[in-house]
């Protein structure tokens, strides 16, 4: 066989898609990864840092606790000292430890959209409270609407690799906060099928999030079983005190059978200590009490640890949600969270950059890959955030479903097998055509083993510059418009639907719903 036959042809077009279409999303879509093999801590100092927290908790204790919390804490042996901490003693908190709930699944209303909570599987998805959107025009900054939160929850609807949707942005065209909250919840699970992350303001708001979703379920017990909705709760102010509120929106959530995310934000140098160890100690005591705390109103409660340590630009004092310290320590606050074995979420793709340029695509990708490496249950954040958490881009949306497929993908275990060996194949090839481009064993993994971007463009330069030297905002952006002008799903009933817009005061406009 001469030279020329043996050598593999070059390939001449990118096979790029023009759009992200959810029917070809559904189809392709893949398990997620079980990772968890980037631990930042040896297991001295992990042992070390896990102590000191229990430490924390034990003799400083938290400080602010609400009645809810103290009737419930001392009621199984917690301790309110003369100055009103609450101290959680470490056989306490080692029996809780003990009894979380483990192993659990928050379900989408679709198939292939449940997020299983158990080990290092990853899942990655939007979220934030920006109070920004940017405009797509001209990138300038504009107040972000009831509309436009609807209109990103459908636009995550058909992103393949972008698993859940949290919240990413405040309608800030409402009047109260409980328009706020019931409008949040209903735009969002209008927009999409996919497991939903909200908020709510009050304790008193639960129960009318709840009863929105126990509407779409069938019934209360449908829910219960099938949770599609989670609460993102702020439990603890740092430095070590309670946010009586949240701490009330817990107990009405474990009430409702709503699954509760027990988020924790210090900020490293500013809220919490300047050192990595300091600031992941203190976190994790915090975000302990709010489990603890939990888990006393419910064993069976579904209960997120949501540790999220961030980075403070000490020049400034603002976030520094890009930098490598960001992204070593939230994979750190992630291994902490696997070592107590607890499903977990994080933050990470809080980009500095205030547009989807080179800046945000490495700071993104730094942070989402270390989390996904080190095993985080649920990375929030990872997709359509900008500035700080301060905008939210449709565009850049887009760009990071990209970004998140090549990380989940590089998050995937090795196979090795005989099969994967492939040393039978290897002598078939090297006595026959001299390359693998046409064994029936490419073939068969070309979809299986490999993710292929919508948008970044993979083209050969001459062909690259033959169709118009495109880039990936352009792309991205063309798509936006293409799904947003195309895809309004019925994932509410209109019967259900005209049930909830006579209870509650939905300022959605049905008109809106439906393409123009």
Request: charged residues 20%.
């Amino acid at each position: 066989m001469d030279k020329a036959a043996r050598t593999p042809p070059r390939r001449r077009s990118g096979g790029r898609r023009k759009t992200a279409d959810p029917q070809v999303a559904e189809k392709v879509r893949r398990t997620a990864p079980s990772a968890g093999r980037l631990n930042p801590l040896s297991s001295h100092d992990l042992e070390r840092v896990h102590g000191a927290a229990l430490d924390i908790l034990a003799q400083i204790g938290m400080s602010e606790a609400p009645a809810v919390v103290v009737q419930a804490l001392t009621a199984r042996g917690g301790v309110l000292t003369e100055d009103k901490r609450l101290l959680f003693p470490k056989a306490l908190v080692n029996e809780a430890l003990a009894g979380l709930r483990r192993g659990f699944v928050l379900f989408g209303r679709a198939p292939g959209q449940d997020l299983d909570m158990s080990g290092a599987h990853v899942h990655a998805g939007s979220g934030g409270a920006s109070p920004n959107i940017v405009d797509m025009l001209d990138g300038s900054y504009r107040m972000s609407t009831l509309a436009d939160l609807y209109d990103a929850a459908r636009l995550v609807d058909t992103l393949e690799h972008v698993g859940f949707f949290a919240r990413s942005m405040i309608a800030g065209d409402m009047q109260t906060t409980r328009d706020l909250d019931v409008n949040t919840a209903f735009a969002s699970l209008a927009g999409t099928s996919k497991h939903v992350m909200v908020s709510a303001s009050h304790a008193e708001h639960v129960a009318d999030i709840a009863q929105i979703c126990y509407a779409l379920a069938g019934s209360q017990e449908a829910f219960r079983a099938r949770p599609f909705l989670s609460l993102n709760i702020n439990h603890a102010v740092p430095p070590l005190r309670f946010d009586a509120e949240a701490c009330e929106v817990i107990a009405a959530a474990v009430a409702a059978g709503i699954p509760v995310m027990v988020n924790t934000f210090g900020q490293m140098g500013a809220s919490s200590p300047v050192t990595i160890a300091g600031c992941l100690a203190q976190t994790h005591a915090e975000t302990l009490a709010g489990m603890v705390f939990a888990w006393v109103l419910d064993p069976d409660v579904r209960a997120i640890y949501g540790a999220r340590p961030m980075v403070t630009d000490l020049r400034s004092g603002g976030m520094a949600g890009g930098s490598g310290e960001q992204a070593i320590l939230t994979a750190a606050a992630t291994q902490i969270a696997r070592h107590c074995d607890l499903a977990n979420s994080t933050i990470a793709g809080a980009t500095d950059s205030k547009l989807a340029d080179a800046q945000a695509g490495y700071e993104k990708a730094l942070s989402v890959a270390l989390a996904a490496q080190a095993g985080a249950n649920l990375i929030t954040q990872a997709a359509g955030t900008q500035a700080g958490l301060m905008a939210t881009s449709f565009e850049a949306y887009v760009i990071d479903n990209d970004m998140i497929g090549a990380i989940l993908q590089s998050a995937t275990p090795i196979e090795v097998s005989d099969a994967t060996l492939s040393t039978d194949v290897i002598a078939q090839t090297v006595r026959g055509e001299g390359h693998f481009l046409g064994h029936a064993d490419t073939y068969a993994r070309m979809k299986s083993d490999f993710v292929y971007p919508a948008h970044a463009d993979r083209q050969p330069p001459d062909a690259w510059l033959a169709s118009g030297a495109p880039n990936i905002n352009t792309s991205a952006r063309n798509t936006v418009r293409d799904t947003l002008a195309r895809h309004f799903p019925r994932h509410i009933s209109a019967e259900v639907e005209q049930e909830l817009r006579a209870r509650f005061d939905i300022r959605l406009p049905a008109s809106r719903m439906t393409p123009a």
